[in-house]
């Protein structure tokens, strides 16, 4: 198991921009793929980027392509995993997880390690 950590949460204006960290208790995430998901009160929760920890292929839903950006720090202990968030908006308002797996997925059913999670809440 993978021990993760979320911070950089808060409150923010639309409009305005929060990063969000993700910390591993791994030395390394070589071979694995690092997921950021959020969950919004009443609905599912859904993909929003990931990264593959080797190569740093990327890919972002749909509605935060162009706004948010995914990195990742192995030259770290521990290592680290960013999602920088720019452009919010009211409904980008959730509680955001980091998450790992062993296959590249935007399926949250695959991956096995999650942390509890940041909240981001986004203000008109």
């Known amino acids: 198991q993978v021990h993760l950590v979320e911070s950089g949460g808060g409150l923010v204006q639309a409009g305005g921009s929060l990063r969000l960290s993700c910390a591993g208790s791994e030395s390394t995430f070589s071979h694995r793929v690092m997921g950021w998901f959020r969950q919004a009160p009443g609905k599912e929760r859904e993909f929003v980027s990931a990264?593959?920890?080797?190569?740093?292929?990327?890919?972002?839903a749909d509605s935060v392509k162009g706004r948010f950006t995914i990195s990742r720090d192995n030259n770290k202990i521990p290592v680290m995993v960013y999602l920088q968030m720019d452009s919010l908006k009211p409904e980008d308002t959730a509680v955001y997880f980091c998450?790992?797996?062993?296959?590249?997925?935007?399926?949250?059913?695959?991956?096995?390690?999650w942390g509890r999670g940041t909240q981001v809440t986004v203000s008109e």
């Open positions: 998450a790992a797996s062993v296959r590249w997925s935007s399926s949250a059913a695959s991956y096995y390690s």
């Open positions: 990264i593959t920890w080797r190569t740093g292929g990327t890919a972002y």
